[in-house]
Nanobody
């Protein structure tokens, strides 16, 4: 009922900046609003880790390693989430994923995880 598509990845030198975008699309007949949206990253050989999240009320949370350098934002009208990344480090080379939770079966207390396809970010030394 909802699909997430990331864009904006690419290659930058150390210290460079990128702005990632996540577009959410709802299928016909879907009337639920999108709640908390998050950005995760998967560094090669490591498990996927949470980078930042933002609630539908724009409450933000960041991993300590990115606080002050990365900024998450969203537009509820446009159904978009963004991740502004500054002062990037080579060790942050990863596939970055957009994520949200969606009610299972059209409602209730159970939710499923929804992931985008990911966008590659490469930070060179």
């Amino acid at each position: 009922q909802v699909q997430l598509v990331e864009s904006g990845g690419g290659s930058v030198p150390a210290g460079g900046s990128l702005r990632l975008s996540c577009a959410a699309s709802l299928t016909s007949g879907t009337f639920f609003s999108i709640k908390t949206m998050s950005w995760y990253r998967e560094i090669l050989g490591k498990e996927r880790e949470l980078v930042a999240s933002i609630s539908n009320g724009c409450r933000k949370n960041y991993d300590d390693t990115v606080k002050g350098r990365l900024t998450i934002s969203r537009s509820n009208v446009d159904k978009m989430a963004y991740l502004e990344m500054n002062s990037l480090k080579p060790e942050e080379t990863a596939v970055y994923y957009c994520h949200t939770l969606w009610p299972e079966g059209g409602g209730g207390n159970r939710f499923i995880q929804v992931w985008g396809q990911g966008t590659q970010v490469t930070v060179s030394s």
